[in-house]
């Protein structure tokens, strides 16, 4: 199984400053334009209505590409990596902590939701690719039962009913891709809405905005109590 922590801290090593590149927004390796960035906060601000009573937690939140926008929109954020190094990207120019975000290091493979169980929202962006379905079961019941999240937004995960359209025709039988290392775990939407009913959950599966990068081969998801 690929070590993803290793990769993402060479991709920091070889992009820090291109943090679009190190969260992996990129098409053909190029870093995405702005205005698909817009697309994915925007959706993240009206599917939970986002205000400044929200206190966020975004899990697997990468190099802030997201939480650095939605700041100014919230109270406060508990931005959540297995990877140390993605601090640089919550500090201000002079070095200090920008004000409402905290970075917290954790394995969403072994989390320890206790320390950010105040958050009452969560995002999780493009992170389920990087655990398979009984990790995801186990964070999300974790989640149910020692946090105060009442709403999570959960987006671009990996289709496996769509993933011929990312892989192409060297693939027999699409339906049976779960891992591939360029993506990670691919998952149906029918199965990611048992695990997660089965952790507690409301689940409402969606379509990605039309227009969106990789609305060809992934899929979004709300969650609430």
Known sequence: MKNWAEYFRNRFDQFTNHPLKVAGKTVGGYEVNIDQLDRIIDNIVSQLGLD???ILLD???GSGVIANELSPRVGKIYAVDFVEEFKYYFLSADGEKLKNIVFLVDDLA???VKSYSRANSLICYEVF???NGQQIGHLFKELFLETRVKKGFIGGV?????????LGENVQDYSQVF???RIGFWHKPD???SILEDSGWNVRIMSQPVGLYTEQYRFDIVVDR
């Open 110 to 112: 072994s989390p320890n």
């Open 191 to 193: 199965t990611i809405r």
């Open 59 to 61: 899990l697997g939140c």
């Open 158 to 166: 990996p289709d496996a009913t769509k993933s011929k359209n990312f």
């Open 129 to 131: 690719q990087y655990l």
């Open 179 to 181: 891992f591939e290392p």
């Open 52 to 54: 400044a009573k929200d």
